[in-house]
């Protein structure tokens, strides 16, 4: 991780988290155990990991916009109210 790009790292701890089941018609689910309510659906483990990684990114942008909790992951804490400096200092 870079350390430079706090959503993009966000997303790559909740993705090493993953995990996928082969269902028996033979296509994969994939699921984020600490990220309620994200999961994906695909014919292919490699669509299951690409549609589970659209699905978390929005998930982190809705809960972002509507104000909900969410996990705190490794040391990233999305949950903290920005701060805003006054113009002066810009």
Same mark, same amino acid.
């Given at each position: 991780?870079? +350390?430079?790009?706090?959503?993009?790292?966000?997303v790559?701890?909740?993705?090493?988290?993953?995990?996928?089941?082969?269902?028996?018609?033979?296509?994969?689910?994939?699921?984020?155990?600490?990220?309620? +309510?994200?999961?994906?659906?695909?014919?292919?483990?490699?669509?299951?990991?690409?549609?589970?990684?659209?699905?978390?990114?929005?998930?982190?942008l809705? +809960?972002?916009?509507?104000?909900?909790?969410?996990?705190?992951?490794?040391?990233?804490?999305?949950?903290?109210?920005? +701060?805003?400096?006054?113009?002066?200092?810009?």
């Amino acid at each position: 991780m870079s +350390g430079n790009y706090i959503l993009s790292d966000y997303v790559e701890l909740a993705l090493r988290e993953a995990e996928y089941d082969k269902l028996k018609d033979n296509t994969f689910a994939g699921r984020i155990p600490s990220c309620k +309510g994200v999961v994906a659906f695909a014919s292919t483990l490699r669509e299951c990991e690409s549609e589970l990684r659209s699905t978390l990114e929005d998930w982190v942008l809705v +809960g972002l916009k509507l104000g909900h909790e969410l996990p705190v992951l490794s040391n990233i804490n999305l949950n903290h109210a920005p +701060g805003y400096e006054p113009v002066a200092s810009v």
